[in-house]
């Protein structure tokens, strides 16, 4: 346990000292995140028309309130997976952004160039002679180290430490709670979170009844990945250490500038539960087994979060209060750390 901490703790301290070029990272990420916030536009008003339709339905009585009720949560579920199948495809735009970032091949601008931008452009004149507004919104991205703690411990997990990962994007809003005090907001939002595991020694996940264990293959696996994905509320108190700026006897509030803690939780539902195998089969050929099914995962999540760093680059970790598996004999919980953006 103390190797993988330490282990651990130099993998973040690495992430977080590749200093990212804001103007440059910040700009492409955006316009990843404007692909995602489309998406869910999309099919949250797809979803509310298909509801207004089942009440008009339920209105003339050709339906239940049961019926109406099952249909609603039918709908629910479908617009919640054609969301994380959409998101998928803009994925590996932004694993392909960060990876970049991470092997120096985004290079910083000139800072000549960002100090006239900011003083010529009028929006920005705009932002300093106002200052930010009491709730504003932010695109999340996360990912990191991800494992199980079974038992209450995750020292010798059946879980490979660096193999196992997660990923999770969103958006959030973040107000202000005292009008004329910046240290306190309310964060709250809306995020797609992906929690992969890697069983170790050529094992995989095996459902029998209402138990499900992992098994060691009869033949060599090349990849044994277990994916779970999740549609979550996430809610934080957040501090923000960001100094108030007086402009024209006039108070300016901003968020993002300087140290900042949030501490709070989060809960949400699983949408899909998939295990990859890969292999080669007896004639030489390369076999990528996908299986989907239940699992016996639990349907519904919940759990608590923390975040602590700097402007809009923290050190993330969160932790499922309840277990993975429903009924399972062995105890085990969902555990994450890794690096969080808050892109304003």
Not at 81 to 88: C, L, P, Q, S, W
Not at 140 to 148: D, Q, S, T
Not at 313 to 342: C, E, M, W
């Amino acid at each position: 346990m103390k190797n993988f901490t330490i282990y651990l703790t130099g993998f973040l301290l690495l992430l977080i000292t590749q200093v990212f070029s804001q103007e440059t990272f910040e700009s492409r990420a955006k316009m990843i995140a404007s692909k995602i916030e489309s998406i869910t536009k999309e099919e949250k008003e797809a979803l509310k028309n298909e509801i207004e339709a089942v009440n008009v339905q339920l209105d003339k009585k050709e339906i239940t309130a049961e019926q109406a009720d099952a249909k609603k949560i039918e709908l629910a579920n479908t617009r919640a997976k054609n969301i994380e199948t959409r998101v998928a495809l803009v994925q590996d735009e932004l694993k392909d952004l960060v990876q970049e970032k991470v092997d120096g091949k985004i290079k910083e601008q000139d800072s000549s160039r960002i100090w006239v931008f900011r003083f010529d452009n009028k929006k920005h004149k705009k932002k300093d002679t106002y200052g930010e507004r009491r709730t504003t919104s932010q695109f999340v991205f996360a990912f990191g180290l991800n494992n199980l703690v079974t038992d209450k411990a995750l020292a010798h997990s059946d879980y490979r430490y660096w193999g196992s990962h997660f990923y999770e994007w969103g958006f959030t809003s973040n107000t202000r709670i005292f009008k004329n005090n910046n240290l306190l907001h309310a964060k709250y939002g809306l995020s797609l979170m992906y929690n992969n595991l890697r069983p170790t020694d050529n094992r995989y996940f095996k459902e029998t009844g209402d138990q499900t264990t992992l098994e060691t293959s009869d033949i060599h696996l090349e990849d044994s990945r277990f994916r779970n994905v999740y549609v979550v509320l996430p809610a934080h108190l957040e501090f923000d250490f960001t100094k108030k700026e007086i402009k024209d006897d006039k108070t300016i509030f901003r968020t993002h500038k300087s140290f900042r803690v949030g501490l709070g939780g989060y809960f949400g539902a699983n949408i899909k539960s998939k295990q990859i195998l890969k292999f080669e089969d007896e004639e030489g050929n390369n076999v990528k087994q996908k299986t989907k099914g239940d699992f016996n995962v639990n349907d519904f999540i919940y759990g608590a979060s923390a975040y602590i760093g700097y402007e809009e680059i923290s050190l993330y970790a969160k932790y499922d209060l309840n277990p993975l598996f429903t009924d399972n004999a062995v105890d085990q919980h969902n555990i994450s750390f890794g690096v969080r953006f808050d892109f304003n």
